[in-house]
C-alpha cells in the first residue's frame, strides 16, 4: 500500500518546480475526433440470489436464447422462474479520440435494467455492443468478464476492465490539407482562441506566415504548409504540443481537469487557504505560519514528504501551482489529485472555478 504523506507547509522558504506548461492538445481536440460510444445489452449469471426474478420475460426471454445457442434449450420459459441468479444489465464503452483497432480493449461498464440488487460476483456473459444510432447494425466490440463493484454504495453498477474487445475498427476522419482544431467547452472564448492560434503558429512556422486562423470562439482552422504534407502525423504532434500560458486566456481562476487528456489545467494565480484534509493514505495539512525549529521540535525533511510555501510571507495563501508540482514530486495520480481538488474546493479552501472536463 502506497503510504503517501504529503505536509503543505504554507509561509516556508523550500520552493518546489511548477507543473508542466499547458499544451494546446489540453485544450483542444481535432475535429472529427471525438469520442465514440458503443452500447449494448448483456447479462450477468453467477448472482448469489442478488438477480433478476427468472418470473420477468425480459430476462426469461434473453436468457432463454443464449442458453438456446449454448445447446442447452429450455422448455418453456416458466423452468427459468426460480433463477435469481442472473440479471439483464446494459452494456457501455467509451472510444478514446484516437479511435480503436483491432483487438483493442476498453473498460465496460455494466447497469442494471430491472430489479437486481446486486451485481457483485457476477460475470458477463458474451455481450456484442453496437454504435449510437440504428445504422450502427454490425457490432463493433464484444464484452465479457467479471465485474468489479467500483462504489459499494451502488452495486448495481460495475465496471469490466479491458472487457470489452474490438471486432471492428474506429477510425477517426482523415487530415486533409487544412484542419480545424475544436476548443473544450471550459476555455471558450475569442481572447482563448486567438491565444491558442498564436501558439499554433509561434511553434508550427515562427518565421513565416500564420497557419492558424481563428474561425470562432469555439474553432480554429489550421492549414498544413506544402513541405509538411508528407509527413503530417508530425506536424500535427507538433502543433498538439505547443506551450500555451493559460493565465492569457482571459479566463479568471479556473481549476480544469481534463479527463481525456488527464490533465489538471490552472488558468490564474489560484490559491489554496489553510486546511486539513486526508484522503485515503494522503494527508494534507497547511500551517500559517510555519513552525519555528526548536530542540525540541526540530523540522525533520521526511521521504514522502514535500514543502509548499509562500516565499515567507505570512499574509499569502499556497499556491496550486506549488500543490501541483508537489503531487507530481509524489507520483499522485491525476483521478486522485482531482478527487483531493474537489474536496478543497467544497470546504471553500480552493479560490477557483473547479471545472471536471
Do not use: C
Amino acid at each position: 500500500m502506497r503510504a503517501w504523506i504529503l505536509g503543505l507547509v504554507v509561509a516556508m522558504t523550500f520552493a518546489v518546480s511548477t507543473a508542466r506548461a499547458t499544451t494546446v492538445g489540453d485544450l483542444t481536440r481535432l475535429k472529427g475526433h471525438g469520442q465514440f460510444k458503443l452500447q449494448g445489452f448483456g447479462l450477468v449469471v453467477g448472482l448469489n440470489a442478488t438477480g433478476d426474478s427468472g418470473k420477468e420475460l425480459v430476462v426469461a426471454r434473453p436468457l432463454a436464447a443464449a442458453l438456446t445457442r449454448s445447446g442447452n434449450a429450455p422448455q418453456n420459459l416458466q423452468e427459468l422462474s426460480q433463477s435469481k441468479s442472473v440479471a439483464l444489465v446494459t452494456v457501455s464503452v467509451t472510444i478514446p479520440d484516437a479511435g480503436a483497432r483491432f483487438d483493442d480493449r476498453f473498460d465496460a461498464i455494466v447497469s442494471v435494467v430491472n430489479s437486481a440488487k446486486s451485481l457483485k460476483g457476477g460475470m458477463l456473459y458474451l455481450a456484442p455492443l453496437r454504435g449510437p444510432t440504428a445504422s450502427h447494425v454490425e457490432p463493433f466490440a464484444i464484452a465479457e468478464g467479471p465485474i468489479e463493484i467500483e462504489d459499494t454504495g451502488t452495486p448495481t453498477v460495475g465496471r469490466i476492465r479491458g472487457g470489452a474487445q474490438m471486432i471492428k475498427e474506429v477510425i477517426p476522419a482523415a487530415i486533409e490539407d487544412s484542419f480545424e482544431m475544436i476548443i473544450d467547452p471550459a476555455f471558450v472564448g475569442y481572447l482563448a482562441a486567438t491565444e491558442i492560434a498564436s501558439a499554433i503558429n509561434a511553434a508550427a512556422q515562427p518565421q513565416g506566415p500564420g497557419v492558424a486562423k481563428v474561425v470562432d470562439d469555439r474553432t480554429i482552422r489550421v492549414q498544413i504548409p506544402d513541405y509538411e504534407r508528407e509527413n503530417k502525423a508530425a506536424f500535427i504532434a507538433a502543433v498538439e504540443s505547443a506551450d500555451v500560458n493559460p493565465s492569457l486566456l482571459g479566463l479568471g481562476a479556473r481549476v480544469i481537469y481534463n479527463a481525456r487528456r488527464g490533465a489538471i489545467i490552472v488558468t490564474a494565480d489560484v490559491e489554496i487557504s489553510p486546511v486539513a484534509i486526508t484522503q485515503k493514505d494522503l494527508s494534507i495539512t497547511t500551517v500559517t505560519p510555519s513552525p519555528t525549529p526548536s530542540a525540541q521540535r526540530p523540522l525533520i525533511e521526511q521521504g514522502k514528504w514535500v514543502g509548499v510555501g509562500t516565499r515567507g510571507r505570512e499574509s499569502e495563501n499556497a499556491k496550486l501551482s506549488e500543490l501541483l508540482a508537489a503531487f507530481k514530486q509524489l507520483k499522485i495520480p491525476a483521478p486522485e489529485q482531482i478527487n483531493i481538488l474537489e474536496m478543497l474546493h467544497k470546504a471553500g479552501k480552493l479560490h477557483a472555478e473547479l471545472i471536471v472536463d
